[in-house]
T-cell receptor, first 119, second 112 residues
Framework: DAGVIQSPRHEVTEMGQEVTLRCKPI?????LFWYRQTMMRGLELLIY????????DSGMPEDRFSAKMPNASFSTLKIQPSEPRDSAVYFC?????????????????FGPGTRLTVL | AQSVTQPDIHITVSEGASLELRCNYS??????LFWYVQSPGQGLQLLLK??????LVQGIKGFEAEFKRSQSSFNLRKPSVHWSDAAEYFC??????????FGPGTSLSVIP
């Protein structure tokens, strides 16, 4: 298996531009997570999906951020308009949720990340 | 509120020396604890996890961690460090379903 695939690996854009990050989870996994990593705030969960449905988006910083999962093999995280403070590494992770109950944790497999720089 | 602290921002050890990375957590119920490793330019990889049972947990790459409820700690150890262990290490606590809260991380440097 190729693991979680993210594209692009690096993105440099100017303030005000729209940015779209893409993620392909591991085939067969049914949960997908988007994280943001910065020096100041560490690793933060932005949103996670289960069976393509957003379950918790409480970590999405503001309305400029949106995420979609149109099917089990693809998700996007969009920032519109982008700002310099959005500069960070964005990770996608997926897991296979076998049982859905509190305390049943399933290992998350992380992609290599997208390093976003907003000038 | 749940939180994770890692007191050491950066640690340097000599190759072959023992290693202990500290982790303290705050959580109201029985914690679900994890250690992840992040190599430069890579995503995070799970080293080990504790859910219940034996408080000494074995993981991959020769790592182990010990859960101490009285100290709210989950320290990571390795008896002999290899140069390839140089990386960023994250402790994390599970809150509900698959959500985890990550600590700030400890950067490990290994001197040949």
């Amino acid at each position: 298996d190729a693991g979680v695939i993210q594209s692009p690996r690096h993105e440099v854009t100017e303030m005000g531009q729209e940015v779209t990050l893409r993620c392909k989870p591991i085939s067969g996994h049914n949960s997908l997570f988007w994280y943001r990593q910065t020096m100041m705030r560490g690793l933060e969960l932005l949103i996670y999906f289960n069976n393509n449905v957003p379950i918790d988006d409480s970590g999405m910083p503001e309305d400029r951020f949106s995420a979609k999962m149109p099917n089990a093999s693809f998700s996007t995280l969009k920032i519109q308009p982008s700002e310099p403070r959005d500069s960070a590494v964005y990770f996608c992770a997926s897991s296979l949720e076998v049982t859905r109950q509190v305390g049943s944790y399933n290992e998350q497999f992380f992609g290599p990340g997208t390093r976003l720089t907003v000038l | 509120a749940q939180s994770v602290t890692q007191p050491d921002i950066h640690i340097t050890v000599s190759e072959g020396a023992s290693l202990e990375l500290r982790c303290n957590y705050s959580y109201g119920a029985t914690p679900y604890l994890f250690w992840y490793v992040q190599s430069p330019g890579q995503g995070l990889q799970l080293l080990l996890k504790y859910f219940s049972g034996d408080t000494l947990v074995q993981g991959i790459k020769g790592f182990e961690a010990e859960f101490k409820r009285s100290q709210s700690s989950f320290n990571l150890r390795k008896p002999s460090v290899h140069w390839s262990d140089a990386a960023e290490y994250f402790c994390a606590v599970g809150t509900s379903y698959d959500k985890v809260i990550f600590g700030p991380g400890t950067s490990l440097s290994v001197i040949p």
